[in-house]
């Protein structure tokens, strides 16, 4: 009597598989084993009513049955930390018995929650629009996720932000970065909005140190004009200018106004 027996290699939940078998038992306790190929690959043509049931039962799609939904990335490390997510929340169930970590396809039970397949399938599309624009993903340090507010947000979604940010130019990524931003055109829109804020304050400063500049180069040529002035003049208007305009003492002033002006330190 045969019947069919599915295994991962190795034989344990993160191994590659599960696998496919006809096992057919002719006696003296041997065994013939048939393979049939991936679970969710088998094609029900090649099994009898009984060995469909058989995988059916224990939860396996054949591959004219499966409905599941596929999220496709372009980043293995996205995609395994999404597949992590996803069972954290809804249990291994949420994912196909033929779902592979060592693939970028992320495939999603038949029976997969709504939340769990929307989540999915909108990461992958955020992956692709990401790769597309040359950024992908950037892992985060430990420091990184100790500052960011994960019951805001999700790990894909800030891994996708900091490539983003950081192929902008910003290399503060946080700074410009909050749990409230979810697409890469948000996260990129929030670089290009520090980098204005960040010329505007250096053309402001520039602006202000050149009046700054400007003022006090001209109160330095009108000192000493009206030094020149009393000196060789001996200039009322500009002895008042040295003491109410720069400071100057009366008799100060006064001893300019006594100098001979080709020894005048002016």
């Given amino acids: 009597m045969a019947s069919i027996q599915t295994h991962r290699v190795p034989d344990e939940p993160g191994g590659s598989g599960p696998y496919a078998y006809r096992v057919e038992h002719v006696g003296n306790n041997e065994q013939e084993w048939e393979y049939l190929g991936p679970v969710g690959k088998v094609d029900p043509e090649d099994l009898t009513s009984g060995e469909i049931a058989e995988l059916r039962d224990e939860g396996f799609a054949l591959a004219r049955f499966r409905e599941n939904e596929t999220a496709d990335f372009v980043h293995l490390d996205l995609a395994n930390t999404i597949r992590d997510e996803l069972v954290s929340e ?27 397949v929307r989540r999915a399938t909108g ?131 006064e001893a300019l106004a006594e100098m001979d002006p080709a020894e005048a330190p002016v």
């Avoid at 196909?96 to 039970?109: F, N």
């Avoid at 304050?201 to 520039?206: G, I, Y």
């Fill in 123 to 253: 990461h992958a599309e955020d992956d692709q629009a990401a790769a597309n624009q040359g950024a992908g993903q950037a892992p985060l340090t430990e420091e990184e996720r100790s500052r960011i507010d994960f019951t805001e947000t999700d790990v894909p979604t800030a891994m996708t932000a900091k490539a983003a940010i950081l192929d902008e130019g910003v290399d503060d990524w946080l700074s410009v970065w909050s749990e409230d931003l979810s697409t890469v055109g948000e996260a990129r829109g929030a670089a290009e909005r520090n980098r204005e804020s960040i010329r505007g304050d250096r053309l402001d400063n520039d602006d202000e140190q050149g009046v700054e500049m400007t003022f006090s180069e001209a109160t330095s040529e009108q000192e000493k004009q009206a030094r020149e002035y009393v000196v060789e003049q001996g200039d009322e208007g500009a002895m008042d200018a040295l003491v109410n305009q720069f400071g100057y003492e009366p008799g100060e002033v």
């Fill in 90 to 116: 809804f249990g291994e169930s949420v994912l196909a018995a033929t779902d592979d970590r060592r693939e970028t396809d992320v495939q999603l039970a038949e029976d997969a929650p709504p939340d769990a």
